[in-house]
């Protein structure tokens, strides 16, 4: 096996990022360098402590967490989103304190030194708003080239939007943010809605979870009875999205997704707010996740969810 990737995720637990944080934790071919945290499914105060219990449960002690952006860099601050992943990120199970504490360092700081330690190494994948990655690319010019890439959760090419008509969840949160990082000139990949809506995971393979690792994968399985509750009242009954799980994966698996090579840029304002559209500013080309080999990305989740515990 080649050397595994050294990653770092910036999340918002979050019942996904929940999943895809544990997967991270036990997947061979991944060095999991730190946790970046921002506001989005919880509060950015929520997102540390929830994302140091998630660390501790898996074991990972002595992996940081830096505290990132409480809000967008120009809109308003949004509200949780409580209606999917319960008021505290994980359904129904209530909060708990953790042991660690978060460090020091913001979350940009922490994120434009380590791409300085691991230049060409390090890979980003951000799994919420993109405002910490933002912050990181006015606080270090040279942030962009520094890591080797961004494989984010977010936007949608073709699919529509899952919060607006238009805009996917964590573009639509901080657009403003998500233009800065798509202008930037950094290789990006973007795992949205085109390929997310095709991955799920079903009241039974969260059961199998459980199965296979009964401690982390009963977590999971306890916090996914809220989240795909949440899918029934939007009309949806065949499962849950993988969204989160989807990215951190494609950090590592690439060959399971079909890329096109897209200049993407956000809308900012209006209707359309969070939409990402193809740009003709003659920036950059991002490679855009369109096509997915859906069964065989879910059964390299199960298969790595099954060595948890």
Known sequence: MPNPIKLIIDTDPGIDDAMAIFYAAAAADIDLLGLTTI???VTVSQATRNALRLLEWA?????????????????????????????????DMPAETPKGKAIAESAAEFLTRMAREHRGELVL??????????DALDLDPEFATNVARIVLMGGSLEEGGNITPHAEANIYHDPHAAERVFASGARIEMVGLDVTHRILCTAQDFNTME????RLGGMINKMSRFYLHFYTTVGKHDGCSLHDPAAVIACTHPELFTPRAVPITVACEGETSGATLIATDGRATS?????TRADAVKQQYMDVMAQLD
Not at 125 to 134: D, E, K, M, S, Y
């Open 211 to 214: 199965a296979a690792a009964p």
């Open 287 to 291: 490679q855009v996740f369109v096509a």
């Open 39 to 41: 506001f989005g499914n």
């Open 125 to 134: 994948c951000p799994i919420g708003p993109l405002t910490n990655i933002a």
């Open 59 to 91: 074991g990972l002690h002595d992996v940081p967490v830096a505290q990132g952006a409480a809000k967008p860099r120009a809109l308003p601050p949004f509200a949780p989103s409580h209606n999917v992943h319960g008021s505290e990120g994980f359904g």
